[in-house]
C-alpha cells in the first residue's frame, strides 16, 4: 500500500505525521501478524520524497538521491537501524539535479514488495514532484492546519489529488487548538478529519527524531495520531 502524506503548504507537520504514523502503523501491523500468522511484506517504510527540501532524520550511506540517479537500489538507501524504517533523501543541490524523478513510481513499487505501507512524505506545493507520489499513492492523507492560508491551500491539493484519482482518507488538522472545526474541515474536503492538538512533546519528539509513541505515549497529540493510523489502516477512501 503506497500512502502519500501529502499538503499544499510547507511547515504544517507533514513530516511530522508521516514518521509518526509509520511508528503507529508499524504496531498496529505487528497486532495484526500475531493475529494472523502473516509475514509476507510487512511494517512500514517512510520515503522522504522532498528531494529539494528533505526534512526526515538521515545518516551516511546512499539516499533517495543516489537511488533516482541510478548510483543505488532502493533497498540499499533503506535505513533500518532507527525507531521508524526510512529512505532519507539528499540535502545538496548537486544530488536534487542528478536525481530522475521518473523513477520514483519504480522506487515506490520496489519497495511494496517488502513493505506493506509505503509512506511517502511529498514535498509541498503544487510542483511536479507532488503530483508523482499522488498519481503512484493507493490513498492519500492531507496534513494542514487551521490558519486560512493553509487551508486554501490545501484545498488546492485537494483537487490534484481528485484529478489524479488519489482516494484521500484522511485530512489533519495538526497543531489545532482546544475546539478544532473538525465538522467544517471535513465538509469543505470531502474527507473525514482528525485534529491532532499543539503539542511541545510531539515536537520535542520529532527535533530528537523518536516517534511520539516512545518518548510521550498519554498525551492527547498521541492519542490523536493512534486513531489517524486506525483510520488509515482499515481506510475505505473516498
Known amino acids: 500500500m503506497i500512502l502519500a502524506?501529502?499538503?499544499?503548504?510547507?511547515?504544517?507537520?507533514?513530516?511530522?505525521?508521516?514518521y509518526n504514523l509509520a511508528a503507529e502503523l508499524d504496531a498496529l501491523e505487528r497486532t495484526d501478524s500475531r493475529d494472523s500468522h502473516s509475514t509476507a511484506n510487512a511494517g512500514s517504510v517512510v520515503v522522504d520524497g522532498d528531494l529539494g527540501m528533505a526534512d526526515l532524520p538521515s545518516s551516511r550511506g546512499p539516499d533517495l538521491?543516489?537511488?533516482?540517479?541510478?548510483?543505488?537500489?532502493?533497498?540499499?538507501?533503506?535505513?533500518?537501524?532507527?525507531?521508524?524504517?526510512?529512505?532519507?533523501?539528499?540535502r545538496t543541490l548537486a544530488g536534487a539535479r542528478s536525481a530522475?524523478?521518473?523513477?520514483?513510481?519504480?522506487?515506490?513499487?520496489?519497495?511494496?514488495?517488502?513493505?506493506?505501507?509505503?509512506?511517502?512524505?511529498?514535498?509541498?506545493g503544487m510542483h511536479?514532484?507532488?503530483?508523482?507520489p499522488l498519481a503512484a499513492a493507493d490513498v492519500a492523507v492531507l496534513v494542514t492546519t487551521?490558519?486560512?492560508a493553509a487551508l486554501a491551500d490545501a484545498l488546492r491539493v485537494r483537487a490534484l489529488a481528485r484529478e489524479?484519482?488519489?482516494?484521500?482518507?484522511r485530512v489533519v488538522l495538526n497543531r489545532?487548538?482546544?475546539?478544532?472545526?473538525?465538522?467544517?474541515?471535513?465538509?469543505?474536503?470531502?474527507?473525514?478529519?482528525v485534529a491532532i492538538p499543539k503539542s511541545e512533546p510531539l515536537a520535542t519528539a520529532q527535533a530528537h527524531g523518536q516517534p511520539l509513541r516512545e518518548t510521550a505515549p498519554d498525551t492527547s497529540?498521541?492519542?490523536?495520531?493512534?486513531?489517524?493510523?486506525?483510520?488509515?489502516?482499515?481506510c475505505s477512501s473516498v
Do not use: M, Q
Open 128 to 132: 511536479a514532484d507532488v503530483g508523482l
Open 5 to 18: 502524506v501529502t499538503g499544499g503548504k510547507g511547515g504544517v507537520g507533514k513530516s511530522t505525521v508521516a
Open 100 to 124: 530522475d524523478l521518473r523513477g520514483l513510481t519504480d522506487v515506490f513499487a520496489a519497495l511494496e514488495r517488502t513493505y506493506r505501507w509505503v509512506i511517502v512524505d511529498s514535498p509541498a
Open 176 to 193: 489545532a487548538g482546544p475546539n478544532p472545526a473538525t465538522g467544517a474541515v471535513a465538509d469543505r474536503f470531502g474527507a473525514p478529519a
Open 146 to 148: 487551521p490558519e486560512d
Open 221 to 234: 497529540a498521541r492519542r490523536s495520531i493512534e486513531s489517524l493510523a486506525d483510520a488509515v489502516y482499515s
Open 65 to 90: 538521491h543516489d537511488v533516482l540517479a541510478d548510483r543505488a537500489d532502493p533497498h540499499e538507501a533503506v535505513r533500518e537501524d532507527g525507531p521508524v524504517t526510512l529512505v532519507p533523501c539528499g
Open 164 to 169: 489524479l484519482d488519489a482516494g484521500l482518507c
